[in-house]
Every structure is written in structure tokens, then in C-alpha cells.
């Protein structure tokens, strides 16, 4: 998975309807750019460097795998939709929407188009007043001051006043009543990646399946009858016991749990892999412990085509996983979908994401964001 970064964008509007401006512009940065975390009040303030209707301000702070070029790109785009015409001047324009790149995780970046942190950031209170309520804790790579510090020595005397509050896109997607979230899926359907990207993005705590560390996963894939049994028998003692152990100690710093999978899974998979007379006596000892363990608030189902799954295993790399069948897999399918239609109890959401890509598309990630919400809802 890319790395995920954090970018705090400014924004400012003095044309035409200022406040719808400003709304559609971050709606359409969460849209198409990165998603957008948090959202800061709205400012009003005079414009800056020549004469002119005052600006309302606000800042941002996303989330986004792309590098800053191309992130760049995507604020120019936007702006554009917005009927920003960038005109080649050095002086000050009055604007019907612009967007500034202020910060790029803790990088120090200097190019022809592209200065982060921003070079006059320390000098605008219409920039620092509304920074510093999405990122407080934000201090510059260069410099090396917090932006406290900063805005405490800016010695800019204009005007700047809050106004009102805006709504963050993600305010409206409500896990507040959630404890515990599964996402399953087959093999290379991306739930891992999901999983992360929720997590990063609503403050949750992971639980993460540990299949790297178990040894009899690549001697499973060489030699199937004969290292099934200790393979699912192991498998399902780690399940039980990292979700015992991490649903028992809850992050208070953290909102809820998220997990890249569901205990049940042992079951789906043993009944595969497994001969008739080991999946009986794997049954009896599974049935035990899934009487003791937590159901998910939330289950949801990520399905993939399996010629989307077998290209997305050939690209991860991994060596042990290369020859599995396509029959295996959609064997795998198939039983999660049987599995789902028998839980008349489980909240389910099955979400078809087989011409999805949630990483470089942000549009995908945030159809999968809403039909989470309409679940929720």
C-alpha cells in the first residue's frame, strides 16, 4: 500500500458567492483530491497585498497517497471546475476560489511552482488562524517553530475574524455507536488496505490478520492435503487469541476497532481446504470458541471478480501465493457469500468493488465511505 500523507491546504474566495465557494471546493476536494479530515470555522478577513472585497478563509487537513506534483495538478484542476482562471501576473487578483499547498507531511520542498511549507504562511494571519485549529500540533520543518509560536510573532495587523463554523465531510458518517468493524473479503480483494485507510482516517484501532507469521502457510500452498489441518488449526488459535486480547484492551485514545477480518473466516476457508472427516472434528472445535467471541457491529464484504483478485495477488508479490487457482478462490467466494446469507444477526454491507480502485481513485474510496454511511444510517 502507497503511503499515505497528510496535507494541510488553504483557501480563500472574494468573488461571487464566497461562502458556496468555499463549501463546493472542499466537497470537491474530498471528492477527487484526498479526504478531507478536518475543516477549520470560517474567517473573514481584508484582502491581502492590494484592494479589493474581503475574503472568507478556511483551512483543511487531508489524507492522500499522491506525491505533491501530482497533488498540485489535482488542486488546479478543481480550482478550474470552480472558475478559477489563473492569470500570469506577479501582482494580487481577486479570486472566485484559490487553494494553497501549506504543508506536505513534515517535507521541505522547493521547486519553480511548489514551495512547502508555504513561504508566506508565518506572515498571514488569514492562514494561521485557521491552521492552527486543523493541525495544532503542527511545527515548521525549516524553521523548526510551532505554529503557536508562530502566530504568536506574525506581525500581520489586518483584519481576521471567525465567523461561522463549516461542516467536515466526514461529521456525517457516524461510528460513534460502533465498537467493532470487520472487513472481509477473499484473498487480494484489498480489505487490509481498507482497513488502514479507515483507520488513518477515523481514528480507529487495527487488528490486523498476522498470516506473515504463520509457517505453515507456504508449505499449505505447495503441499495442500497434506498441511491443511495444522494450517487452519493454527490460523484459527492466532484469530482467537489476537481478537480476545485486543477487544479485551480497548484504546481509550482510540475511537473503535477496525479488523481485517472476522473470525468465521476460519470456518469458510477450513471447509475448503479441509477432507470431509478433519472439517467435522475442525467444526466441533471451532463451534466452541465462536460462542465466545465478539460479533462485529458492522460486517462488511468486500467482493472482487477473480481476475481482478488473481492480478492484485501477482502484483503484492508474495512468492507462497503466486500459484493459487482461480477455482480455489472463487471456491473461497462462494463460501462467503453462503456464509452471509445464513447470519439472519450480523449487520452485513456487501460492497462490489471489482472495477473500484480505492487507492488511486479518491471517487472510489468515497462511494465505499458512502454505502458504509447508508448501512450505518
Not at 508555504?118 to 485557521?130: E, I, S
Not at 481498507?194 to 487488528?207: G, P
Request: charged share 30%; proline share 3%.
Amino acid at each position: 500500500m502507497n503511503q499515505q500523507h497528510q496535507v494541510i491546504l488553504s483557501l480563500g474566495s472574494n468573488q461571487g458567492s464566497r461562502l458556496e465557494n468555499i463549501e463546493h471546493c472542499i466537497d470537491l476536494l474530498h471528492q477527487e483530491v484526498g479526504t478531507v479530515i478536518k475543516v477549520s470555522s470560517l474567517y473573514e478577513s481584508d484582502s491581502w497585498g492590494f484592494y479589493s472585497d474581503s475574503f472568507y478563509n478556511c483551512a483543511v487537513l487531508i489524507h492522500t497517497h499522491k506525491n505533491p506534483q501530482k497533488l498540485l495538478k489535482n488542486i488546479l484542476k478543481v480550482e478550474r471546475k470552480l472558475g478559477r482562471v489563473r492569470i500570469e501576473s506577479s501582482d494580487y487578483q481577486p479570486r472566485v476560489i484559490d487553494v494553497d499547498m501549506i504543508s506536505f507531511d513534515d517535507e521541505i520542498i522547493t521547486t519553480e511552482v511548489l514551495q512547502i511549507p508555504h513561504k508566506h504562511l508565518q506572515d498571514r494571519l488569514f492562514v494561521l488562524l485557521p491552521m492552527i485549529e486543523v493541525a495544532p500540533d503542527w511545527k515548521h520543518p525549516r524553521i523548526l517553530k510551532s505554529i503557536s509560536d508562530i502566530l504568536k510573532e506574525c506581525k500581520d495587523e489586518g483584519r481576521c475574524v471567525k465567523i461561522s463554523k463549516l461542516n467536515a465531510p466526514l461529521q456525517k458518517i457516524n461510528f460513534h455507536d460502533f465498537n467493532y468493524i470487520a472487513i472481509e473479503g477473499n484473498i487480494g480483494a484489498g480489505k487490509t488496505t481498507l482497513v488502514s485507510k479507515l483507520a488513518e482516517d477515523f481514528n480507529a484501532k487495527t487488528v490486523l490478520e498476522r498470516f506473515a507469521d504463520n509457517p505453515f502457510l507456504p508449505k499449505f500452498y505447495k503441499d495442500q492435503s497434506r498441511y491443511a489441518f495444522p494450517l487452519e488449526m493454527s490460523f484459527l488459535a492466532d484469530r482467537y487469541q489476537q481478537i480476545a486480547d485486543d477487544l479485551a484492551q480497548f484504546d481509550l485514545f482510540k475511537d473503535f476497532i477496525i479488523a481485517d477480518y472476522h473470525i468465521f473466516k476460519s470456518l469458510i476457508f477450513a471447509k475448503v481446504t479441509l477432507a470431509e472427516d478433519e472439517y467435522r472434528l475442525y467444526k466441533t472445535l471451532f463451534d466452541i470458541i465462536y460462542k465466545e467471541m465478539p460479533k462485529p457491529d458492522l460486517y462488511v464484504y468486500l467482493y472482487q471478480k477473480t481476475d481482478r483478485l488473481l492480478a492484485n495477488i501477482k502484483r503484492r508479490g508474495r512468492s507462497y501465493e503466486q500459484e493459487i487457482p482461480a477455482e480455489y478462490l472463487e471456491k473461497i467466494n462462494n463460501g462467503y457469500l453462503d456464509y452471509i446469507k445464513t447470519q439472519k444477526d450480523l449487520n452485513v454491507l456487501i460492497v462490489d468493488v471489482s472495477e473500484r480502485d480505492f487507492v488511486k481513485n479518491q471517487k472510489d474510496y468515497i462511494f465505499i465511505l458512502d454505502e458504509i454511511n447508508k448501512k450505518l444510517n
